[in-house]
């Protein structure tokens, strides 16, 4: 009888903490907030591990050379330090710079010019991009996954059918990337209350919401600004080429909406491990952090940002600050 009943206590206990895992209740890493999967597709275990074998696999690139994660590394953020473009099949250079995918969940709108707004929609554009993964058709890479001993099963374990199909790879490209959360940064822990921030950084943080402006864009302190982005498209300026010489070739937000006003209008990203990324902006134009502050603080008139007049003590000051976003659990994924 009391046997029972611990078994029966253990059981629900058991359930309790599968439930937890299944639906993601899991208190989120400091300064995140709880991940929304969508309902369409709902977070499980069977599904994520999928995706996670998905994203590291060469076999869905045309030529089985590259798999998502040879441009979003993880012990890279999830980006590709160093590149300013990364390359794809057969040595293509992609137009854009990589960006990090820790905390993609939080994204409202994707890649720089905002033209997908979620990541099972999003999926199949990196497979089918000519300068990517170069695939000619969806129909190719399902075959190869049909025919493949390393999958058998595990369709059917996450979706109930064991013929990979166009939407489950992307809701399990989706789903696993909704876990790829970094937070609990020096900034976090701070702003929670515990002193972890430099002096510098702390002078950094009162240009930022101050004199500097950047909270203007990078909104800081709230819910919603969880990236420290107001998820919203602006012009800085870049590439700076427009202002000297020859005419730009990414039009960046225009391309989406064909809106003039939109015309060289970029996605404000994510300054969550900003300082793990390096090259920045969408062109991977601006190789430092340092550089990025600088190009702020001289702006040229181009953009919506005006010449800021910082000394270089509040540069460096403005650049710790930045530093200060780096999160934890940046580096434990070791795979490729
Ligand atoms: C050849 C390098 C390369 C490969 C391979 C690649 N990506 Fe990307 N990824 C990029 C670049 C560059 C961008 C930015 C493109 C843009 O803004 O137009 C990007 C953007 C993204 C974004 C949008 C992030 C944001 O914050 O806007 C997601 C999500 C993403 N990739 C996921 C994937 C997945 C999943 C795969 C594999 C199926 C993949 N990528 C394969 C280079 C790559
Ligand atoms: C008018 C809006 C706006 C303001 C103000 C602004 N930013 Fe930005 N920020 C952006 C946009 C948009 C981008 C992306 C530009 C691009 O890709 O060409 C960006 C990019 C960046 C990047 C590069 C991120 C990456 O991963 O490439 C950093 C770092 C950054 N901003 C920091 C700052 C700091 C520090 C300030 C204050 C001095 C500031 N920003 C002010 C909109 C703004």
Redesign the pocket.
């Known amino acids: 009888m009391v046997l029972h009943s611990v078994r029966s206590l253990l059981a629900s206990l058991l359930g309790l903490l599968a439930l937890i895992a299944a639906t993601g209740e899991e208190t989120p890493p400091l300064g995140l907030v709880s991940v929304e999967h969508p309902a369409s597709n709902p977070l499980t275990e069977a599904k994520r591990l999928l995706g996670e074998k998905?994203?590291f696999d060469k076999m869905?690139?045309r030529d089985g050379s590259?798999?998502?994660?040879?441009?979003?590394k993880p012990e890279e953020a999830f980006a590709?330090q160093g590149a300013v473009?990364?390359?794809?099949v057969d040595g293509k250079l992609?137009?854009?710079?990589?960006?990090?995918?820790f905390n993609?969940a939080f994204?409202k709108?994707?890649?720089?010019?905002?033209?997908?707004t979620s990541?099972e929609e999003?999926?199949?554009?990196?497979?089918l991009?000519e300068?990517?993964?170069g695939n000619v058709s969806e129909e190719k890479v399902l075959e190869r996954l049909r025919v493949s001993e390393a999958y058998r099963g595990l369709f059917k374990r996450a979706f109930g059918n064991d013929e990979p199909s166009k939407e489950t790879v992307a809701k399990s490209?989706?789903c696993f990337?909704r876990t790829l959360l970094s937070g609990s940064s020096a900034y976090d822990r701070w702003n929670a209350g515990k002193p972890a921030l430099s002096e510098a950084a702390h002078e950094g943080y009162q240009l930022f919401i101050g004199r500097a402006q950047c909270w203007q864009c990078h909104p800081l302190n709230s819910e919603a600004s969880v990236l420290m982005t107001d998820h919203s498209f602006h012009m800085t300026g870049v590439p700076i080429s427009e202002v000297t010489d020859e005419p730009a070739t990414d039009l960046g937000r225009f391309e989406v909406t064909e809106e003039p006003i939109d015309r060289l209008l970029f996605?404000t990203?994510?300054l969550r491990n900003v300082a793990l990324t390096p090259p920045y902006m969408?062109d991977g134009s601006i190789a430092t952090l340092k550089e990025v502050v600088e190009f702020y603080n001289v702006a040229e008139g181009a953009g919506e940002v005006l010449p800021l007049g910082l000394s270089e003590v509040e540069v460096d000051a403005l650049v710790a600050f930045l530093e200060s976003f780096t999160g934890e659990r940046v580096s434990d994924f070791s795979k490729d």
């Open positions: 998905l994203f869905l690139s590259i798999s998502c994660a040879t441009c979003h590709e473009r990364s390359k794809g992609g137009r854009r710079n990589t960006p990090s995918l993609v994204a709108n994707l890649f720089f010019d905002g033209r997908s990541l999003q999926a199949w554009e990196p497979i991009a300068d990517e993964m490209l989706a990337q996605k990203p994510s969408h």
